[in-house]
Structure formats: C-alpha cells, structure tokens
C-alpha cells in the first residue's frame, strides 16, 4: 500500500470518528439547533435554494450527507418524496428522533444506490469540504448520476483560507477551480453561484449545477460562465 493512500485511509478514519464525536455532541445539545442559529442559517440557504429549484409543486429530493437534519425543515415542505443519506450511523439516529417520518438511510461509500435519473433536487451541503479530491470525484459523478434530467444540484464548500480547526472541524480546502473541474468531468455544468461568509476567515461558496446536454460543449472545451 503507498503512503498517499494509507494517508487518504488514516484522514477518512478520522474524519469519521470526528463525525462520530460530533453526533453525540449534538445528541446531548438536544438538537436541532437553537432558534438564533435557525434564523441565521435560514437566511443563508433559503435564497440559495429558492434559486434551484427547477420547477414549481412537489419535488423528489435528496440531502446527500443529511446529517441530523439541519436541511430538513426546509426542504420537507417542496417535497413530495425526501430522502436523506449519510455514512454516520450517530448522524441518522439523531435525525430520526427527532423526525421520526424521514426517510433515512446509511450509505457505505459515495455510491447511494438510489434509482438513476430520479430527483428534482439533489442538495450536497457541506459536504465536499470533509472529502479528499477523490472523494469529491466520486460525490459529484453520484449526484449527477441520480439527478433528473431537468433536475439541479446545490453543492457548498469551503475555499481555501479557513484555518479553523477543533475536534469537530476537519476541512479539507478545495478551490473553486478544483470543484467545477470535478463537476464538469462529472457531466455537471454551473448554472450560477454565490459566496456568502462563513467565518471571519474565509467564505462558503455554493454552486448550483445542472446536467450536460447534447447542446453544451464537451469536456476540455472553454464553457462560458
């Protein structure tokens, strides 16, 4: 085995036993989170999310890495069918009691196995700033993969710059370069974006995408943003 890789499988090892840490914390905190932080995070996402969605009435939507259901007072409401994934099993169980009505399941790698071409919305927030490169590869060919035809992704993640780290933080820095990179190889073209601040140090970008189509360029080809 190469250093890099049992590098990669020591960094996801932790990642998740951070994760793990994580989840009983906010299990003892009795989530979710506290009205102040609802209103501020509220503020954040909703303008994000009225942006995406691709169409009007009840969508299928997928919260890839749902965690405790930070998402799911607002995406309840557009959905006709929610589905949350998530590879922490500490995550799901606090999500569920406290939505017992969720559907919830754990995923054991980036793949979901969830129908192909299924969802209206796929929203991957915060996900890709705690994945390696690879990882991220991988995420992004999954949503593309599961996301409808006229469907849109929202993805968010943390440039470089953010220094912060704790028990709870393990970010892995990606520049937008490295994402829309890794979003086009995944079939996936940017609709449109926004950066809002997420520490004192560093802003959260957010991209929403759509699937290529026969009439967009190929891969390697300049696409105009």
């Known amino acids: 085995m ?14 998740d036993q951070m994760f793990r ?20 995070f509220a503020g954040l996402f909703l303008p994000v999310l ?27 409401p557009l959905a006709s069918e929610y589905v949350g994934v998530d590879p922490v099993e500490e995550f799901l169980s606090v999500f ?17 196995g969830l129908p192909d071409s299924f969802f209206d919305l796929v929203v991957a927030w915060g996900i890709l700033c705690h994945v390696s490169i690879t990882q991220a590869r991988l995420i992004l060919e999954e949503l ?18 953010y220094s ?7 970010w892995v820095n990606h520049t937008r370069a490295d ?4 979003a086009a190889q995944a079939g996936l073209l940017l609709v449109s974006e926004a950066k809002v601040p997420e520490r004192d140090d560093a ?23």
Not at 204 to 223: A, M, V
Request: net charge neutral.
């Open 144 to 161: 593309h993969r599961v996301l409808a035809p006229a469907g849109r992704v929202i993805v968010s993640f943390i440039e470089p710059g």
């Open 50 to 76: 009225q942006a995406a969605l691709p169409q009007k009435g009840s969508l299928l939507i997928l919260d890839y890495g749902c965690g405790p259901g930070r998402l799911w007072q607002w995406l309840k």
């Open 21 to 40: 840490v994580q989840a009983k914390f906010w299990a003892a905190a009795n989530w979710p989170m506290s009205p102040h932080q609802d209103d501020k």
């Open 203 to 225: 802003a959260q970008t957010i991209f929403i995408l759509r699937r290529r189509t026969h009439e967009d360029k190929s891969p390697g080809q300049e696409i105009p943003i």
């Open 164 to 170: 912060l780290t704790s028990a709870f933080c393990n």
């Open 96 to 112: 569920k009691a406290n939505s017992p009505e969720a559907q919830l399941y754990q995923i054991g790698s980036e793949k979901t």
């Open 2 to 15: 190469t250093n890099a890789l049992t590098e990669l499988i020591d960094s996801q090892i932790e990642t």
């Open 179 to 182: 994402v829309l990179d890794l």
